[in-house]
């Protein structure tokens, strides 16, 4: 364990969109100093954190020059390259740490983790090869969807199967690239929970909220999620107890469907999260906070939720209809971003939510 | 009225310290720019907004330069010289406006104006010589104590008199400015309230806070404040009959004594203010997101408190102590200020507050 890092000191982060944005200001909060890496110009971490490495993550020099320049090393996207984080980790120490990293890179290292934990998982297949994906239809049936085991988010790099005739098609649509079959869940809705854990091994979650999905972008996070106090509480032992298994020091999201016979995890996320987005208006310490705290050594806050909110992401041009985002209940997330291409997230909204 | 700013626009904003910072931070979420005008370097708002003119207030091309550039002037502090406000509004529209600014500025005219309004303040009289405080003293009386009209803050450019033999000494410290004698309230504590107005003309204000000052500087606010329904209703509807008098636009601070004859205004700040930090924990809507909306022409927020709070300001080197800043029930806000000079304002601390 570290000594927490005193106030005024650095925290470097990689990747400069959103949660860069949102983490860099709660570090602001804190007394803390940000600098970016970030190989896109006018990212929006840039507009408020102290400094950014404008560089490629094959640039060599340039990561060891960052590293040197901050006092730990956190990330707000899980797919940065092995070769960037052995320069980076032989400087500063990362948190979350690469073991976390690893696990949520790879679905398939993912699933099998979860399932040595005794975690309920889809059921799951490794495909990388046509004979590979023949077995795997073979045992885990149609419906179905295939999605590659590294570098998917938002729904991209997904198929589905409707029926084992599917299968090549949606193979093919891999290129190649090792994937998993994903049984089908028959889950009633979706759910995630918000983790932290310190570095002295305190462990904090924030109430969990539902999820709806459109067009494979989340759209709202609604607290509290419909669950009873059973799932609830189970929702939150599981996070604990993978933070715990992979001595996580940082926020982690991970994601839950509900079915009758109980949870089953979809995914990790080792860093803050979208779905965690409600935590900046309903909780005294919101996750990006929480994240800060835990990398830089200090104890965890209170993230105990004193509010119902839904959050709702703005994607596009959504943003662009200011008279229906500037309300009276709704606390207003924009990320600053100038260009506003159809699927991109371009900012969200939290909205005090008065149950029916 | 102004339509209201697009976003991506720019708000300029006067003066860099640590209110200028959380506007800068309220602005950025609100997917607004911030351009800051400060003489000092590495101040407090540079370190979050898009850009600095790192300027004096005499430079007469800089303000013209600095109003060109952004959409919308405000202010975090009210002793803006004259002469810049000539050149700035020139260019751009600035909020809260000149009268707002100009009746804040002088003690004298801010309780000339209350009274016209048929608001109750502190017994005063103006003094600008040997005669005027002698007639003073007559009028006023013992206890009392001497203000300078302008350039006042934290206690600074005050003196008191316990009896009618103080007056020449008072009246020296004061090295000639123009002051105002102000007679000895009995009151039993300090509230202040936040208002807000839109550009449209709507009102908002925050509950009521209980202040404590410590060595002339405020050391809590508390949440919510000893105040009875009547007094309660008073304290905002005086906030709005002054907001609405001076067609003002933006987030005023109001600073009222508690008397078992009523309310008594103390003092107007034309800004957000210290005894209003702790909306970033208690509210959906904080004090600098509102102002950022009303200087914007955006619709103002919901400001309902949804928790207890107190606040409480960490004073110079009280902000070494990171083990007691940094505890679960308290969120943290530092202004990345290097130097913790006695009785320098280092950062705040919002602290959920369980009544007794």
Not at 254 to 275: C, D, K, M, Q
Request: proline share 5%.
């Amino acid at each position: 364990m570290n000594d927490p890092l005193p106030i005024g000191a650095t925290i470097g982060i990689l990747g400069g969109g959103q949660l860069g944005r949102m983490l860099a200001v709660a570090a602001a909060r804190l007394g803390l100093k940000t600098c970016i890496f970030e190989p896109g110009g006018d990212c929006p971490a840039s507009h408020v954190a102290n400094y950014h490495f404008q560089a490629d993550y094959d640039d060599a020099e340039a990561l060891a020059k960052f590293a040197a320049s901050v006092d730990v090393i956190t990330y707000e996207f899980e797919n940065i390259p092995t070769s960037a984080l052995d320069i980076l980790e032989a400087h500063k120490p990362i948190h979350p740490n690469r073991r976390a990293l690893a696990t949520s890179q790879d679905r398939l290292t993912e699933k099998t983790f979860l399932q040595s934990l005794g975690l309920a998982t889809a059921p799951f297949a490794n495909v990388e090869s046509d004979d590979d994906m023949q077995a795997a239809v073979a045992e885990i049936g149609t419906p179905s969807i295939l999605k590659t085991r590294r570098f998917g988010y938002d729904g991209k790099g997904q198929a589905r199967l409707k029926a084992s005739d599917d299968a090549a098609t949606a193979w093919q649509s891999m290129q190649d690239a090792a994937s998993v079959l994903e049984g089908f869940v028959d889950f009633s809705h979706e759910v995630s929970v918000i983790g932290a854990r310190a570095q002295d091994g305190a462990v904090s979650c924030f109430d969990p909220g539902e999820n709806i999905h459109r067009d494979g972008i989340l759209h709202t996070t609604t607290v509290p999620a419909r669950l009873t106090p059973a799932q609830r509480s189970d929702a939150v032992l599981i996070a604990a107890r993978i933070m715990t298994e992979l001595d996580y020091v940082g926020v982690m999201g991970l994601e839950l469907f509900v079915t009758p016979g109980g949870l089953i995890v979809n995914e990790i996320a080792p860093r803050v999260h979208n779905s965690g987005h409600w935590t900046q208006n309903g909780c005294l310490i919101d996750q990006f906070e929480q994240h800060i705290r835990a990398v830089a050594g200090w104890p965890l806050g209170n993230g105990a939720r004193h509010s119902d909110i839904v959050m709702e992401n703005l994607i596009g041009n959504d943003v662009e209809q200011l008279a229906q985002i500037a309300q009276s209940d709704t606390a207003i997330h924009l990320y600053g971003k100038s260009d506003a291409k159809p699927g991109r997230k371009m900012g969200h909204i939290n909205r005090i939510y008065t149950k029916p």
